[in-house]
């Protein structure tokens, strides 16, 4: 049987081509089930690092179901490796890549599709240098190759199952395995001394900053309401690299307007903020403070001109045939206009300026820091896959982020790492003058500013360095016995590339199946 080419609508997992003796020997539907369902566990693990809407989680789990009472009645007898692994045979995955090549194919699955060596090579730089979206549109738009032949490029082999999910979903799959191969740690940037000249030999430092807010409004806008707060020694950190003409531009994912209140001007607030408010029916625009009494009062602030005496009353319109159902009956009955903060809520889409700014800016970017988020919500999540790989990255947040590949990682309070590089560039930070607040509303501090009073601890001789209030979980305890084990390692020993592994790979099925970890419901 020939091989499917690249441009071949359809692999399917008896055509894959594989001369090993377990592959042609079981081909049962027990089998089969069982490789289904460590793909599927593998690809609901990389929900952790990359976002997926309810519609595609539900497409792609859709087989769980009837997968999850035959995984459990398997998972009491012994299954040998054989058995769980669609390629028993190949070098397994090392111990952090999700898509174990024993499971998904590895170099067998780019064989299958006749992807040779080159174009592998050739997609890959391409994806480095010009970002996930540039490739996207490649050789999914361009091209129009077929998704599931692009994920053998990659090493992943879907089985029949997955290859026959929604083109979106197939989509979100390829952005997942994609994740892994962004971008190559810069092996020249590992010590804070590193990171110190980084930030102060760069010209065009772009700052990612903040996290996504996923609350109603109306629940906690009183709590975090700007006036509430005074800018952090991290927002006067940006203020003092704008001072120094080094900022391309913060682009930051908070809504409070701290950035601006520091007098930070080259700032993208990517999910709006508290400095303007809109009215919901007639969209008339004001500054923030005009809505500012009734939201420290507890009222709906509404618009003046839609309540205006004499103005039309309207209500939405209901869809023709519709009729109002008993629970709507019984909503309180709001005054039309109501004046929403100019934020955008979750799920909603950006500003068409942000993508204009940030395919403007991976031109010019020298240096990126990304600082206090999880970088999990998109678009703003996607930014770095957008950027340049040549460029450096460091990381600046209490938690590590798995998903990404900084090439120096200092964990801990954010402020207390700010302080620390300033003094070790030397500078001051820009002093913060409030403007006059009223007595009745004392202003809080964001976040704690207290200097640093203790040096840094570094795993090992790598570029992980620990700060005050650094939380490494699980991530930090394999990376720390990763290093220790690469320290421990004879330098001149040889082995083999299955033996060069950090942990030991599982030796039967149901090893293998307990060191993932199962997330459905």
Known sequence: MSTPSPSSPFITSSSHGLSTKPVARENSTRRRKLIHAEQLRAFVEATDALEIDGETLEDLTSDWPDLEDFVLDVSNIDVDAETIFAFPDATPSRDDDMFDARVFGGEEAARAASWSKHEINRMRRHLKVHGMAAF?????????????????????????????????????????????????????????????????????????????????????????????????????????????????????????????????????????????????????????????????????????????????????????????????????????????????????????????????????????????????????????????????????????????????ILLGSADAIVQHLCSKLDWELPPYTPPEQPAARPVRRKRRSEPVAVEPERIGNSHVWLFEEAEGGEWLKRFEAAVLASELAPPLASTSSSESTLVDQPTSAREARNTKKARFG
């Open 136 to 408: 996207l549109r490649e050789y999914i738009e361009v091209r129009a190759l077929p998704i599931h032949n692009l994920l053998c490029a990659f090493g992943v082999l879907l089985c029949d199952e997955l290859q026959k999910k929604t083109k979106k979903t197939q989509l979100w799959m390829l952005k997942a395995v994609l994740f892994r191969d962004l971008r190559d740690k810069l092996p020249q940037y590992n010590t804070v001394d590193d990171a110190v000249e980084l930030i102060r030999s760069s010209r065009r430092i772009l700052i990612l900053t903040g996290a996504g807010i996923n609350l109603a409004f109306s629940s906690f806008a009183r709590q975090i309401y700007p006036s509430n707060f005074i800018p952090s020694p991290c927002h006067r950190f940006i203020k003092a690299i704008e001072d120094k003409g080094q900022l391309l531009r913060n682009y930051t994912q908070n809504i409070d307007t701290l950035e601006t209140l520091a007098g930070v001007r080259n700032v993208l607030q990517c999910h709006g903020s508290f400095a303007t408010a809109s009215c919901l029916q007639c969209h008339q625009r004001v500054p923030g403070s005009h809505i500012e009494s009734d939201i420290f009062r507890g009222n709906v602030p509404l618009c003046k001109l839609c309540n205006a005496p004499g103005a039309k009353k309207t209500r939405p319109r209901r869809k023709r045939g519709k009729r109002r159902s008993d629970e709507e009956e019984e909503e309180p009955d709001y005054p039309p206009g109501i004046m929403k903060p100019d934020i955008t809520f979750f799920g909603e889409k950006l500003s068409d300026s942000f993508d204009k700014l940030r395919d403007a800016d991976r031109q010019d970017v020298d240096l990126i820091i990304i600082i206090g988020t999880s970088l999990k919500v998109a678009p703003v999540g996607d930014m770095l896959a957008y950027m340049p790989h040549s460029v450096p990255q460091i990381l600046i947040n209490k938690t590590p982020i798995a998903h990404i590949n900084p090439d120096i």
